[in-house]
């Protein structure tokens, strides 16, 4: 594989980019390469500087849900981009866009776009301290929720990647209100809960936890998150902003009939442009200015190309039959990776719901952060090589989720499936 053209650029871009990327985990290193430039991509499909093709499994991270550059998606970009791509002021398409998202997840009465996923979870928590007048922060380990400093205690994706526990420059007085305890461990979440009752703001939790890898919450755990913290008048805030418009129109809140008070959504919901929003009760979401103390602002928020390409993604998956076309094709391959991993010695654990799953290599089953690092890393880095020679881009890091698109056609998965089965030969011997 010829990669002369993506070592050229990252050589240049190393001078004058930090690492020579602009978020930690691009630059490949845990799983021992150097990234690739992307030069274009259609559907499932990605093309390298060299002009290499891959099924793409990364799908940005996950935003894109409809596969790359959907034409609805592209189109809506380009109608609305030659009347001003930003205004300061607000345009019909966010009204629309807040109509159709409050419609679509079950918990949002009113909601607040903001540029990104952090900008969403960072907002949320100051409007739960707001709402309680209370500090306090319940996470879990292993959960991310962006690089706001009082969510950088025991966080998930990068961190975990690099094996970073915290974040220098993030104050002691910040991380003190900041308790991290173990997901799906109902009986510590109780204890943590009463024992604190009266300081505690929030508790914020991925409802489907995917930046330790995918790791399924236990019906027992959310329930008992329900009901605890609506009992201690404690915010229960949702970061569904990989799970929102993934596991259904309305997220996991859906999938799971278990509601939050906020729920923060990001990635998908700009259609692979800048979004984020958080949303919830109208009774909280009133206290944000200018109708209420509660301080969030952003220039380009709401911006009009964003927007534009946000209602764009989501009139396609409103469409009947759009998540259970996914969840079928999902279910196929999931059942196919399975059976390659039964039949190989190779011990491996598949962690699945919907359209996002995780091959953990790994014995025990995956249920929290511990169990979640107990992977061999050094062997997902070998696999992770060996699918990109045959074609295949996984995320660069045993602590991510693998998505599925719309776009990912039978062909494509099948090719993923056969070089799965042949990496997985490879590690054995
Ligand atoms: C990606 C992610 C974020 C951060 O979103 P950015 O847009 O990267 O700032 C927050 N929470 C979860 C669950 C995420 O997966």
Same mark, same amino acid.
């Given at each position: 594989m010829n990669t002369e053209q993506s070592s050229e650029f990252f050589a240049r871009a190393r001078k004058v980019i930090p690492g020579g990327v602009n978020s930690p985990v691009r630059a490949c290193k845990s799983v021992g390469c150097d990234p690739l430039f992307v030069q274009q991509a259609e559907g499932c499909t990605i093309i390298d500087a @060299? !002009? /290499?093709?891959? %099924? @793409?499994?990364?799908c940005s991270w996950g935003p894109m849900i409809l596969g790359h550059a959907h034409p609805a998606v592209v189109g809506a970009i380009k109608e609305t981009a030659p009347f001003g791509t930003s205004f300061g002021a607000p345009t019909s398409l966010e009204v629309e866009l807040a109509e159709l998202v409050c419609d679509s997840v079950p918990s949002l009465e009113k909601v607040r776009f903001v540029n990104s996923g952090t900008e969403a979870t960072m907002s949320a928590v100051r409007l739960a301290r707001g709402y309680t007048g209370r500090d306090v922060v319940v996470k879990f380990d292993g959960c991310y929720h962006g690089h706001a400093d009082s969510f950088l205690v025991k966080a998930g994706s990068g961190l975990i990647t690099l094996g970073i *526990? !915290? &974040? *220098?420059? %993030?104050p002691e007085d910040i991380v003190k209100n900041t308790l991290s305890i173990p997901y799906n461990d109902t009986q510590v979440l109780e204890e943590t809960l009463r024992a604190r009752a009266d300081d505690i703001a929030c508790v914020i939790v991925e409802p489907v936890a995917g930046n330790m890898?995918?790791?399924v919450p236990e019906m027992e755990f959310l329930q008992t998150l329900r009901s605890l913290t609506e009992e201690l008048g404690i915010v229960l805030i949702f970061d569904e902003v990989i799970t929102g418009f993934r596991l259904a129109l309305g997220g996991a809140q859906e999938r799971f009939g278990v509601l939050p008070d906020l729920t923060c959504l990001g990635k998908i919901i700009g259609g692979g442009l800048p979004v984020g929003a958080y949303g919830g009760r109208r009774e909280i979401m009133d206290l944000v200015a200018p109708d209420g103390p509660v301080y969030q602002a952003g220039t $380009? &928020?709401? /911006?009009p190309l964003a927007m534009a390409a946000g209602l764009a993604m989501l009139k396609v998956v409103r469409k009947p039959g759009f998540y259970s076309e996914l969840e079928e094709k999902s279910d196929w391959f999931a059942g196919e990776l399975a059976a390659i991993s039964a039949r190989s010695s190779v011990p491996t654990v598949l962690n699945r719901i919907g359209s996002m799953m995780t091959c953990f290599f790994v014995e025990a089953p %995956?249920? @929290?952060?511990? =169990?979640? &690092?107990a992977a061999d890393t050094k062997r997902y880095g070998q696999h992770f090589r060996q699918m $990109?020679? !045959?074609?295949v881009w996984l995320a660069p890091s045993q602590f991510e989720a693998m998505f599925i698109s719309a776009a990912h056609d039978r062909t494509s998965l099948e090719k993923a499936l056969a070089m =799965?089965?042949?990496s997985?030969?490879?590690l054995a011997d």
């Open positions: @060299d !002009g /290499n093709s891959y %099924v @793409d499994f990364v *526990p !915290g &974040s *220098p420059g %993030v890898g995918v790791v $380009l &928020s709401g /911006n %995956v249920r @929290d952060f511990r =169990t979640a &690092s $990109l020679a !045959g074609g =799965t089965e042949s997985f030969k490879k």
